[in-house]
């Protein structure tokens, strides 16, 4: 478990965050630049003493105000820098081997062989960083944290740098990371695809405090992060039971319904959890027919907020679980839609969800 | 007739002994110096760098007379050598070595103060971040990350101590064999009646080695600078 109170103040800005963190997880902390995401990162890995707050990871205890302040050198915290920071005197093995060489004994969960096969380092091996692509650098940066024998491995906007297709390359790598660490991850992101593939759980930080946290549905909904990311964050988890599969297509039981999704490798009787979209939700008022894939479930309105000013979210109980959908302020008077009305929601896509239990 | 006469090797290897030393003894602590000066805020840095600085703007003959009161055989640091542990330094090529090293040093301190300022201290932080202490992250990455300016800033002290005159000569005087190194030679030559050509090799030597001596540092600073892929 990674347990965290920090406040500290630099200038005008003050910090005053905590949260607490099952492990193996993912915890994305996001919010607007200037929040405190890199100061709290730069506080965990002992780069700055905050003014009061306790650091504990697992069992041992990393910072306690005016108690224990172990130095950043004897943490054992791999810390992935937004630049990347690789030695440029030394080959990528040997910025590999860095952190590795001045690990405690005891410790040896990762290998070079094995970090290398995980982050596909191996042809890179003799090279020097300035011979490297950006995503490469990201990836030996990634192996070096890890071969240091982290027990909390901190990543500050892996991919903020890198275009496009790199970074299409580099995610299934950091997909990789998530599913075999036994170690927490601390990622810090602004990007909404990078939260929603690779998060577990979500703090949100504004102004140097944290506005919510949580599973990524109970803070998408939250208006600091609507703000932080626009209103395409907003998403429900939902859980689900696989019916049967076949061709990559799933059949899911969810609520009272079932939605065919594609969710690549799905058992039968497997609970999953799904991450739903209000943008992939259409609201009906009437049954919908003709459906080429008939996704729909049936349900009431429970609440029906104000997103914009001419978009509203409808959430609606299908069936025992909830669901968001997007509609026009104008469609939504139109229908006459109001808490109570009884719609259809056509899902038109859901993705298998990596984070922990739903909240 | 061999290319160098008997006087000018002597003086040759004179002043190639005395650089040497200038440097070995200055270099580290113009390495601390500059780590000083470039990282640490403490009251009295800008006196500091000043007086390191003395050298390139006094007369080297002022240099030569503070180090003859302070290392003299009655001065309060050359009197405690001779007393404590009998080494004198005055009209010694050691002293000779000390005096050069003195009007060198500013020389190495500028130019690692300069690559220290361009080391990213991110690099600093990661090492720290992988484990690596105070020390060892100044052996490992600060150290070789500087390596191309302690390199011409030695070269340089090296090439400039070839030629130190009047700190050499008024600290440690122009003893032949002794402390009479290739410009104090230059200068006996020229004083002395028909030494006119020995002066001119002496002149042409000088320059030969000024000359290798910026070559050298510059051609070794640009490989440095490639094998950390900044070129």
Same mark, same amino acid.
């Not at chain 1, 003799?126 to 909390?152: F, M, T």
């Not at chain 2, 040497?20 to 780590?35: E, F, T």
């Not at chain 2, 240099?63 to 001065?75: K, S």
């Given at each position: ?46 780069? @700055? ?23 950043? /050198? ?41 970090? &290398?096969?995980? +982050?596909?380092?191996?042809? +890179?091996?003799?090279? %020097?960083?300035? =011979? ?13 944290? @890890? ?9 500050? /906007? ?6 496009? &297709? ?8 950091? #997909? ?36 919510? =946290? ?12 609507? /703000? +932080? ?23 899911? %039981? ?15 009787? #497997? ?37 914009? #000013? ?18 026009? &302020? /104008? ?29 | ?10 003086? @040759? ?204 540092? #510059? ?13």
């Amino acid at each position: 478990m990674l347990s965290v109170r920090l406040q500290t103040t630099r200038g005008a800005f003050s910090l005053d965050v905590a949260f607490e963190v099952q492990t193996p997880a993912v915890v994305a902390l996001i919010g607007a630049s200037g929040s405190g995401k890199t100061t709290t990162l730069d506080a965990l890995a002992g780069l @700055l003493a905050p003014a009061a707050g306790r650091i504990a990871v697992g069992d041992s205890v990393l910072f306690d105000a005016g108690a224990i302040d172990v130095p950043a /050198e004897r943490r054992r915290i791999g810390y992935v820098f937004q630049d990347s920071r690789l030695f440029p005197h030394r080959s990528v093995r040997g910025n590999l081997l860095y952190g590795e060489r001045r690990a405690p004994p005891g410790a040896r969960d990762f290998a070079l062989d094995g970090v &290398a096969q995980l +982050l596909g380092l191996g042809a +890179l091996l003799g090279r %020097r960083p300035h =011979q490297l692509s950006g995503g490469e650098r990201k990836r030996v940066a990634i192996g070096r944290a @890890l071969l240091s024998q982290p027990r909390l491995l901190l990543l500050d /906007e892996p991919l903020a740098s890198l275009d496009p &297709a790199r970074r299409e390359e580099l995610l299934p790598y950091l #997909e990789r990371l998530r599913d075999g660490l036994r170690i927490p991850i601390v990622y810090v992101s602004h990007q909404l695809d990078e939260v929603y593939r690779l998060a577990t759980q979500v703090v949100l930080l504004a102004n140097g405090r944290v506005a919510a =946290q949580g599973d990524l549905g109970a803070v998408s909904r939250h208006p600091a992060l609507r /703000e +932080l990311l626009g209103p395409e964050a907003a998403c429900v988890v939902v859980a689900g039971e696989v019916r049967g599969a076949h061709g990559g297509l799933a059949r899911v %039981r969810v609520g009272d319904g079932e939605l065919a999704l594609y969710l690549g490798e799905a058992q039968p009787r #497997e609970r999953v959890l799904l991450l739903v979209r209000a943008r992939d939700v259409i609201l009906s008022a009437e049954e919908p027919r003709g459906l080429a894939q008939p996704n729909v479930l049936v349900g009431a309105i429970t609440a029906l907020a104000a997103e914009t #000013e001419s978009a509203r979210l409808a959430e609606v109980d299908a069936g025992g679980v909830r669901l968001l959908a997007r509609v026009s &302020a /104008e469609r939504a008077d139109a229908l006459r839609l109001t808490v109570g009305s009884r719609v259809w929601l056509i899902v038109n896509d859901a993705s298998r969800y990596a984070g922990g239990p739903s909240a | 007739m061999p290319l160098l006469g008997a006087a000018e090797r002597d003086a @040759l290897l004179l002043s190639l002994s005395v650089a040497l030393r200038s440097v070995a003894v200055s270099l580290p602590l113009a390495i601390a110096a500059a780590w000083l000066l470039t990282r640490r805020r403490f009251i009295g840095r800008t006196l500091l760098d000043a007086l390191i600085h003395l050298p390139l703007v006094l007369p080297p003959v002022v240099i030569g007379y503070a180090l003859l009161l302070l290392f003299g055989t009655r001065g309060p640091i050359g009197g405690w050598l001779d007393r404590e542990l009998g080494v004198q330094l005055i009209f010694t090529r050691a002293g000779a070595a000390l005096a050069t090293g003195v009007m060198s040093f500013p020389l190495i301190v500028r130019a690692v103060r300069l690559s220290l300022e361009g080391v990213d201290r991110g690099l600093e932080q990661a090492a720290r971040t992988l484990g690596a202490g105070p020390l060892d992250r100044f052996a490992t990455i600060t150290l070789p990350l500087i390596a191309p300016g302690i390199l011409a800033g030695a070269i340089t002290a090296f090439a400039a101590g070839l030629g130190e005159f009047g700190a050499v000569i008024t600290f440690a005087s122009n003893i032949p064999g002794e402390t009479r190194t290739l410009p104090l030679a230059l200068y006996s030559a020229l004083q002395t009646p028909g030494g006119d050509a020995l002066a001119a090799r002496l002149a042409a030597l000088s320059f030969a080695l000024g000359l290798a001596g910026l070559l050298a540092s #510059e051609v070794l600073a640009r490989l440095m600078q490639r094998r950390l892929g900044r070129a």
